[in-house]
């Protein structure tokens, strides 16, 4: 029996559902091996880790809370890998954001929560724009490698915070402990109902809805569609490309930043060294998975917020290393990315193969 | 029979989906022969020549080397055989020196390489033809014409008999032909054999020592050089036949609305493409610009439309200058352009139909008003659109990638002329499309000229040329070799042009 790979003559409907879906179990299935190498039963653990994300009120919370700077670091790489920009800075916009917003925080004590809250989010959508901005202007006018570019402007923003609360707006009364004095309490974004869960994930949810309007109900949206799918047609329609170049990195970063002020206001109340565990890496998982639509990058960052929730509970009821949920984020990539191939070619067992014409030859005859 | 045949390709039939590339194909190899593969583009000599160097598969036919029936299962089965192919697109390694790309793949070649003993055996085959090359050169700094010889090298040392060489020319300057030319004597002097595929008629009387004509996928003959001449070539190579009706009434045609003035602009390789192109269009008629694919077509549409920067020279629209504006601003100022590669430039084939109806419409009212798309307004003209040119699209929403050549160019054609275009430039507007397609393209493009449009036909078929065009240019190594009325043009005296040879008797423009 012969198996071959055949492109594809019609896209099959079901398979941007089932390609993220076949993903996610092949990679708990290689995750379970490695489970079971390191000595741990793969069933129990994944037990563990479900019930740990989603088993409890508390857990939900948790997962919830985390699941908060996937979506909006995920909407904003998102926005960016839909016009083929490869922004992998979203960590350090993140960053960025969290220090604008602590800047106002820590230098204005508005008496108005809204207004303190407000000015919190627009220095942190600021910064980070400009953060994604800064790679998007070297690629459109420079043709720099935005990979490579976003990727050093993370480094830049982690030290940047480093020396910050070490040096500069070091808490004085904090000891040599390194992060800033509390914020105001008017600058803390409040709690929803009795849960811990805070006000970052209605943020979140309401640019969720925008990004989608956005990118399928206006111009702007339009153009940043037909740019990443076919860059010739964009020109050939006579569209900026170095201008949606720019705005996009701008709305990509500025969202990941708006992630930055809804940690510090939601969780830290100060800025802190560590701030973020990567969730601007994360995000990048999250993106491809959603297959880079804004509603289900929601459903793929609470399913990660849940990874990261229950290799935490991991460590602490298996004693198992943390590092098990990157291991896990990894080969759901991997497999993502794997799964690719099936959009465009379809795997058949059996039949005829060999050697068929190539088909690349259609357009020279 | 075979007989002092070094090949023999025996009714070679060959299909692609949708098209027939070699119909029954004859064609044959004495030792030590230059011969020219002739024909216009889509003929279906780089397919003949694929097979025989082992890279398609016949559908039909067999082809015989010295006698015995070959049968190739890939290019190897072919190199072992001493037949070697230096494509028009060349397979090299930029990244790679000159003897890493000589090297890989070749035969014998132990794990550790002997670099000294393969460097001396590189220049001892340079020096015996006359090529210069420097082996530890990386790919990226040569220019195209040292990167041919590179693969020349590599089939030489790869001992091979009979080389293929598809469109060396096309890539060279006058004076790197007549290098290779050089090279292409010494090797038939020692007896091997190479096939020459051209379509410039002087470069083929030039070198070769018999010459087959490939039109439309079937031999159209096989003569020697000194039984023929340039007319009787040009005569073969653009044939006779026709297959397509399309009504085009007498008119008149009105002033000057485009004008292009000296021209001169570079191709995506940094060569000259367009040497001072001087052309004008009139209202209300269709000239074609005919020309073999590769001579500046391309460009002068880009050129025209914005999308290729012009070095020197000027265009002009309604005696306004337009040099320099950006496909936005062209098409506001009523220029429409037909792409010649549909899926590639004209749409976005992963996106539904209506997007790509508003492709050039979309940032205007009514398609779109203020910051938001006005999709009540592109549901009722998606919908206008195809029951107009009676389009077959399936689900609205499918990625128009699924539909048919036909429907797309209909799609095209459909948001090219929605504003009424004053100057239409259509290039290959029924390439790949079948009969009832390309008459509906064509008596689209007839219909804009008498609503008073000015059309440019880029096409290299001349059938399509003769049939609706008024005025007819030929394009040759980026100039126009002359603009002849339809009414005096006469496919010989085309097929001369085309094959650059001017004419005794020019038109006036």
Redesign the interface.
Known sequence: MKISIEKRVEPSPLTPYLSPLVSLALALIVCAVIFKAAGANPFKAYREMFMGAFGSDFAIEATLIKATPLILCGLGVAAAFRMQLWNIGAEGQLYVGAIAASWVALNYGFNQPLISLGLMFLAAALAGGIWGMIPGILKAFRGSNEVITTLMMNYIAIFLTSYLVYGPWKDPTGYSVPMTALFNRNSWLPKIFDTSVHGGIIIALILVVLSWILFYKTRWGYEIRVSGANEKAAAYSGMNAAKNIILVMFFSGALAGIAGMSETAGIQHRLQQGLSPGYGYTAIIVAWLARLHPAAVVVSAILFGGLLVGGDQLQISMSMPVSVSNILQGLILFFVLGGEILFSYKIKIGGKSGHQPCPAAKENA | MAGGKLVEMTDIT??????V?NSCVCFDLVPGEIHALLGEN?A?K??LM?ILSG???P?EGSVSVEGVEARF?SPQDAIKLGIGMVHQHFMLVRAHTVMENIMLGLAGTPFFMDRKKLEAKIMETAVQYDMKVDPGAYIWQLSVGEQQRVEILKALIRNTRILILDEPTAVLTPKESETLFTTLRRFREEGRTAIFISHKLDEVMAISDRITILRSGKNAGTIRRDETDEKDLAGRMVGKDSLFEVKKSEKQSGGEILKFNDVHANNDRGIEALKGITLSLREGEILGIAGVAGNGQKELAECL???RKIKTGTVSFNNKDITGF????I?EAGIS?I?EDRI????????DFP?NL???S??KLPV?KG???N?KYIKEWTKKTIEDYDIKVGKIK??VG?LSGGNLQKLILAREFADNPKVVIAASPSRGLDIGATNNARKLLVEQRDRGAGVILISEDLEEIFQISDRIAVMYEGKIMGILDAKDADREKIGLLMGGIKLGQEADI
């Open positions: 060959k299909r692609f989906p949708g098209v590339a889509g279906g780089s397919t694929s890279e398609y598969k559908d299962h439309f914005g999308l950006n496909p936005r601003k098409r352009y792409p590639a430039t004209g749409l976005v084939s992963s996106l997007d508003i492709l050039n979309y940032f779109s910051p938001f798309l999709f499918n990625p699924l």
